[in-house]
């Protein structure tokens, strides 16, 4: 069996905002904080960036932008996902023309497409673009939920490598592993469940609580990742508030909230987003200190 292409945390970055507009000065803090806290890849203009919420455009502006300041550094997945098949093709061609290392595409969201529409959107994809795709499932989010036979189809398309499982149930991952042939990476995308998911099999994680504390993450995985899952425990024990914090509002205000604390980017996020509500910044406030965030 190859090495997965992708592996250990990669954080799923928001996109910083000043007066409407992309902080570019602010996304490029982030992105030198990341490298240097260790992470192994960056996620651009996905669901915690916001991407939904950007004209195409800016969207292709962002990813172009993470690419130029990683600068080979690290590895970028750019969200590159659409209900609209044309349109994810288009953002998948572009992330692959400035140089993405790889695309994540999300479930058609909204539309609620059956499990036989969403294979082959991921198809035309797949078929059109020669980039490494990972799949990303969040059925709390789109409403749909890519069933684990379809994934396993999938996976024999040589430029779908893997997926992205955000729904915390640990038992997907065993039934990926024991009927996927080859090489195909397991990604969780909820960090309170990552140290089962690895557990199971999995090889990384799309971290938001990365972008806040990513040398704990970091410190989290390479634990696992060593069997040493007792000093994993204790990352996971230290970080779980902090895990569920940063969801206790519309994702990602929490998050960008806990960076403005640190100095890092403004609150400020995208309509019909809201900013993180008065009552929850003590919460987040407290699960930092926890956390030895601040």
Not at 109 to 114: D, F, G, N, V
Not at 144 to 163: C, F, M, S, Y
Request: glycine share 10%.
């Amino acid at each position: 069996m190859t090495a997965p292409l992708f592996k250990g945390v990669i954080t799923a970055l928001i996109t910083p905002l000043h007066d409407g507009n992309v902080d570019e000065a602010a996304f490029a803090t982030l992105i030198e904080r990341q490298i240097a806290a260790g992470v192994d890849g960056l996620v651009p203009v996905g669901t915690t960036g916001e991407g939904a919420s950007m004209d195409l455009d800016e969207h292709k502006h962002v990813i172009d932008l993470c690419v130029r300041l990683v600068a080979g550094r690290v590895s970028v997945i750019a969200g590159t996902g659409s209900p609209y098949t044309k349109e994810a093709i288009d953002l998948t061609r572009h992330a692959k023309a400035v140089g993405a290392d790889g695309a994540l595409i999300v479930t058609p969201y909204y539309i609620r497409p059956s499990q036989a529409g969403m294979a082959a959107h991921f198809e035309a994809i797949a078929d059109a673009v020669q980039l490494p795709i990972l799949l990303y499932n969040v059925p709390s989010r789109t409403g749909v939920d890519l069933a684990n036979e379809t994934v396993a189809r999938l996976a024999a398309h040589p430029n779908i490598v893997g997926v992205k499982d955000a729904t915390g149930d640990m038992s997907r991952v065993s039934w990926m592993r024991a009927n996927i042939d080859g090489q195909f990476d397991l990604i969780s995308g909820d960090d309170s469940s990552y140290l089962g998911y690895h557990a199971c099999g999995g090889v990384g994680l799309i971290s938001v609580a990365s972008n806040v504390a990513p040398e704990a993450m970091v410190a989290l995985h390479n634990a696992a990742a060593a069997g040493d899952y007792a000093t994993a425990r204790d990352w996971q024990n230290r970080l779980i508030g902090l895990c569920k914090a940063l969801f206790l509002d519309n994702s990602p205000a929490p998050t960008k909230y806990a960076l403005a604390r640190l100095g890092l980017c403004s609150e400020e996020a995208r309509l019909p987003l809201s900013p993180t509500s008065e009552g929850v910044k003590p919460l987040i406030d407290r699960a930092m200190a926890d956390a030895g965030v601040v």
